[in-house]
C-alpha cells in the first residue's frame, strides 16, 4: 500500500491512501494474477501471508483430502 501524504497551504495534512497492494517480502506491487495465487511472480515468496491463508482455506473442499 502507498500512502502519500502532503501538507496543503492552509497547513492540514492530506494523505492519500492508493489500494495497490504491496508485497510484504520485496516491496513490489501486486497485481491481479498474484493476488488470485498469493504468491508474488517478482521474487517467488508469499506476498502476503493472511491473504495467502485465506485463499487456502476457502479453495480446499473439505472432501477435497486423500489420504
Ligand atoms: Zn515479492
Redesign the pocket.
Known amino acids: 500500500m502507498i500512502i502519500q501524504a502532503k501538507k496543503l497551504d492552509s497547513g492540514t495534512i492530506q494523505c492519500k491512501y492508493e489500494t495497490n497492494l504491496e508485497?510484504s517480502?520485496?516491496g513490489?506491487n501486486v497485481d491481479a494474477e498474484e493476488y488470485e495465487s498469493g504468491t508474488?511472480s517478482?521474487?517467488g515468496?508469499t506476498?502476503n501471508g493472511k491473504q495467502h491463508t485465506k485463499i487456502h482455506v476457502t479453495s480446499i473442499p473439505l472432501a477435497g483430502k486423500v489420504s
Open positions: 508485497c517480502n520485496c513490489m508474488c517478482d521474487c515468496a506476498w
